[in-house]
């Protein structure tokens, strides 16, 4: 679990009678379950989880976890980065063969992102004939292979109702091969499952480098130290469950209200779906909690124990009184001097904090606005969105180096 749709999915999947509440670290790629043994036993809620196709196991409160998550999952990840090899491949090869009857090269890579979407069709099939058929399969078996991996969890969404980053990919790569834009549900599908990767990989470099610092995975001691969620990170997630459908509710609207008065369907559709892949907040959900637990297993080092990001919160506002109040325990044998790290520490990490939500919320808007106008291509949005996400990941990563 690396990424809000998931945490999102299982959200949904586990409220039923029985469970309380949910905790999620997507840094340490854990749930903390608080639940009922009387109304729900363990192994459904394990049941549940493993039913929506992620890897699932269990383990109880207060247990370091170690490096135990490539173990179930190694076999698939080298398939899906088989799949995306091979789709790359194939799409690189579809443009080396528009480059042959392209006037220029900027027109072989470029040339599919215009807005003349509803001559996409014709210009397929006329001029050089052959190759146009030629780089229209090359790109369509690209777009297969890059989906290939995405379908599996795109239907377990749908089995739950749920309209997750993999059901928006599949529509918006479909959705460009429909008007004609092959090379561009291409880049979309290959470029999803590289981005998917980068995420992953981000994500497991924060998990690593914070293991380092405190000897075990990041996550929960499952007592007085356990991770409490912060104000801000409690408001984007309630943000987050709000964003997708309304976006997605946007995307429709361009499709269907613009063309209802200039006639321009195909041109309208395509804009529509860069919506669709905009739809996801990923960068905007792991902005907080990457930044929360760097900057509080950092802090340990420095005799500071914050109980999570609540806990910075308020010594970010006053430190003196969220140690009185047991928010933050000190254990260097400097107490004045931890006592002033921590207030600094805490401020540092809201500043990055609202960096980091500040990259993410305008990357979304600025490519949003583009694609109204068409200014915005499929498979540059998806680039855009993942360089958010790894940008975030990385900067939040700064607060491991604890001044």
């Known amino acids: 679990m690396d990424c809000a749709d998931e945490a999102a999915l299982i959200r949904h999947v586990l409220d039923v009678p029985g469970v309380i509440d949910l905790n999620f670290d997507l840094v340490g790629r854990r749930v903390d379950v608080q639940f009922d043994a009387s109304i729900i036993a363990a192994d459904t809620i394990l049941e549940k989880v493993q039913g929506t196709g992620l890897g699932a196991h269990s383990h109880g409160p207060g247990?370091?976890?170690?490096?135990?998550?490539?173990?179930?999952?190694?076999?698939?990840?080298?398939?899906?980065?088989?799949?995306?090899?091979?789709?790359?491949?194939?799409?690189?090869?579809?443009?080396?063969v528009e480059?042959?009857?392209?006037?220029?090269?900027?027109?072989?890579?470029?040339?599919?992102?215009?807005t003349d979407v509803a001559g996409a069709v014709e210009a397929a099939h006329a001029g050089d004939g052959v190759w146009a058929?030629?780089?229209?399969?090359?790109?369509?078996?690209?777009?297969?292979?890059?989906?290939?991996?995405?379908v599996p969890r795109a239907m377990?969404?749908?089995?739950?109702?749920?309209?997750?980053?993999?059901?928006?990919?599949?529509?918006?790569?479909?959705?460009?091969?429909?008007?004609?834009?092959?090379?561009e549900g291409a880049s979309v599908a290959t470029l999803f499952g590289v981005a998917h990767l980068m995420e992953a990989w981000s994500i497991e470099q924060?998990?690593?480098?914070?293991?380092?610092?405190?000897?075990?995975?990041?996550?929960?001691?499952?007592?007085?130290?356990?991770?409490?969620a912060g104000r801000v990170e409690?408001?984007?997630?309630?943000?987050?469950?709000?964003?997708?459908?309304?976006?997605?509710?946007?995307?429709?609207?361009?499709?269907?209200?613009?063309?209802?008065?200039?006639?321009?369907?195909?041109?309208?559709?395509?804009?529509?779906?860069?919506?669709?892949?905009?739809?996801?907040?990923?960068?905007?959900?792991?902005?907080?909690?990457?930044?929360?637990?760097?900057?509080?297993?950092?802090?340990?080092?420095?005799?500071?124990?914050?109980?999570?990001?609540?806990?910075?919160?308020?010594?970010?506002?006053?430190?003196?009184?969220?140690?009185a109040r047991g928010d933050v325990v000190l254990t260097a044998q400097a107490p004045r001097e931890a006592e002033a790290f921590a207030g600094a520490h805490a401020r540092r990490a809201l500043g990055v904090i609202r960096q980091n939500v500040a990259l993410?919320?305008?990357?979304?808007?600025?490519?949003?606005?583009?694609?109204?106008f068409g200014a915005a291509p499929l498979w540059l949005a998806v680039v855009a969105d993942t360089g958010a996400t790894v940008a975030v990941t990385l900067n939040g990563l700064r607060l491991l180096r604890a001044r």
Not at 99 to 114: C, D, M, P, Q, R
Not at 163 to 177: K, N, R, T, Y
Not at 214 to 221: F, L, R, S, T, Y
């Open 99 to 114: 480059a042959l009857t392209a006037e220029t090269w900027t027109e072989a890579l470029f040339g599919h992102a215009n």
């Open 63 to 96: 247990e370091h976890v170690h490096d135990d998550h490539a173990v179930p999952s190694g076999a698939a990840h080298g398939l899906t980065l088989r799949f995306i090899v091979t789709g790359a491949a194939l799409m690189l090869a579809g443009w080396a």
């Open 206 to 228: 924060a998990r690593v480098a914070v293991s380092r610092v405190v000897g075990h995975e990041p996550g929960w001691d499952g007592g007085a130290g356990e991770a409490v």
């Open 234 to 323: 409690r408001y984007i997630e309630r943000f987050a469950t709000l964003y997708t459908p309304v976006v997605t509710g946007l995307a429709v609207l361009v499709a269907v209200a613009p063309p209802l008065v200039d006639g321009a369907w195909a041109v309208w559709f395509y804009r529509a779906l860069t919506f669709l892949v905009l739809a996801c907040p990923c960068a905007l959900v792991i902005s907080t909690p990457v930044t929360v637990v760097a900057a509080v297993n950092s802090a340990v080092g420095r005799g500071v124990l914050f109980r999570g990001g609540l806990a910075l919160e308020r010594a970010a506002d006053a430190a003196a009184s969220a140690i």
């Open 156 to 183: 377990a969404a749908v089995r739950h109702r749920r309209l997750d980053m993999h059901v928006l990919v599949c529509v918006s790569a479909i959705g460009a091969a429909v008007v004609g834009q092959w090379a």
């Open 133 to 150: 058929r030629v780089a229209s399969g090359a790109y369509g078996l690209a777009m297969v292979a890059g989906l290939l991996p995405v």
């Open 360 to 372: 993410a919320m305008l990357t979304k808007l600025a490519f949003l606005v583009s694609a109204v």
